[in-house]
Antibody, heavy 117, light 108 residues
Framework: EVQLVESGGDLVQPGGSLRLSCAAS????????MNWVRQAPGKGLEWVSY???????YYADSVKGRFTISRDNAKNSVYLQMNSLRVEDTAVYYC???????????WGQGTLVTVSS | EIVLTQSPGTLSLSPGERATLSCRAS???????LAWYQQKPGQAPRLLIY???TRATGIPDRFSGSGSGTDFTLTISRLEPDDFAVYYC?????????FGPGTKVDIK
C-alpha cells in the first residue's frame, strides 16, 4: 500500500526556517517524481515544488529562492527546506506522488505550517 | 502561466441529481495533462480523473470527465451523499502544475 507521511510542521516566526519531511513507503521512491502542494486555511490548492527522478527541480514563483526541495531515495524520503518564511506561507503542506507528469496520484495527510509572530 | 477557472463556485444539488462542473483554461491544455481531484473537509485531495477522461483506480463510474482544448467538464451522473465535497481541476505544462480555484458541491 502506498503511503506518504509528512512531518516537520510547526509554528515559526516570520523570517524563520523550517524543514518538512515526507516518508514514502509501499513503492520504490526512485521511480517517481514527487511534489509539495500547500493549502492555506480555507483556501484552494497551490502547487509549490517538484523534483523528478533525475533531480530536475521546479518551483512556484511564490517560493522560488526561499524553498528548496530535495530527495534521499536511500531513506525513502523527500524534503522541503523553507527559509525566509512569510505569514502568507501559512498552510497545510502536502507531499504528493507524481505520475508521469500527468497527475498527482497519491497524497499524504499533510503537515501544518503556521508563520506568525 | 496557464490559469484555470472553475464554475460555478458553488453547486447546490440534492442526492440523485446530476452535477456538471466546468474547468476553463486561459490557453490550450493537452488533454493528457488535465486532471480532477476531490477533497473533503479535513482530508487530503483524492485523484478522480486524469488524462481529462480516465478514471483513477477505484473511482466509481458515476464520475466522468470530458473536454479538450480550453474547456473541460467533470460530470457526476447521480450524486451520492459521499460526493458532497470540493472539486479541483489541475493541469501540468511548462514545468509547473496549476490548480483551479475549486467548485464546492453542497447539499441543497
Amino acid at each position: 500500500e502506498v503511503q506518504l507521511v509528512e512531518s516537520g510542521g510547526d509554528l515559526v516566526q516570520p523570517g524563520g526556517s523550517l524543514r518538512l519531511s515526507c516518508a514514502a513507503s509501499g513503492f520504490t521512491l526512485s521511480d517517481f517524481g514527487m511534489n509539495w502542494v500547500r493549502q492555506a486555511p480555507g483556501k484552494g490548492l497551490e502547487w509549490v515544488s517538484y523534483i523528478n527522478t533525475r533531480s530536475t527541480i521546479y518551483y512556484a514563483d511564490s517560493v522560488k529562492g526561499r524553498f528548496t526541495i530535495s530527495r534521499d531515495n536511500a531513506k525513502n524520503s523527500v524534503y522541503l527546506q523553507m527559509n525566509s518564511l512569510r505569514v502568507e506561507d501559512t498552510a497545510v503542506y502536502y507531499c504528493a506522488r507524481d505520475w508521469l507528469d500527468v497527475c498527482l496520484d497519491y497524497w499524504g495527510q499533510g503537515t501544518l505550517v503556521t508563520v506568525s509572530s | 502561466e496557464i490559469v484555470l477557472t472553475q464554475s460555478p463556485g458553488t453547486l447546490s444539488l440534492s442526492p440523485g441529481e446530476r452535477a456538471t462542473l466546468s474547468c476553463r483554461a486561459s490557453q490550450t491544455v493537452s488533454s493528457t495533462y488535465l486532471a480532477w481531484y476531490q477533497q473533503k473537509p479535513g482530508q487530503a485531495p483524492r485523484l478522480l480523473i486524469y488524462g481529462a477522461s480516465t478514471r483513477a483506480t477505484g473511482i466509481p463510474d458515476r464520475f466522468s470527465g470530458s473536454g479538450s482544448g480550453t474547456d473541460f467538464t467533470l460530470t457526476i451522473s447521480r450524486l451520492e451523499p459521499d460526493d458532497f465535497a470540493v472539486y479541483y481541476c489541475q493541469q501540468y505544462g511548462r514545468s509547473l502544475f496549476t490548480f483551479g480555484p475549486g467548485t464546492k458541491v453542497d447539499i441543497k
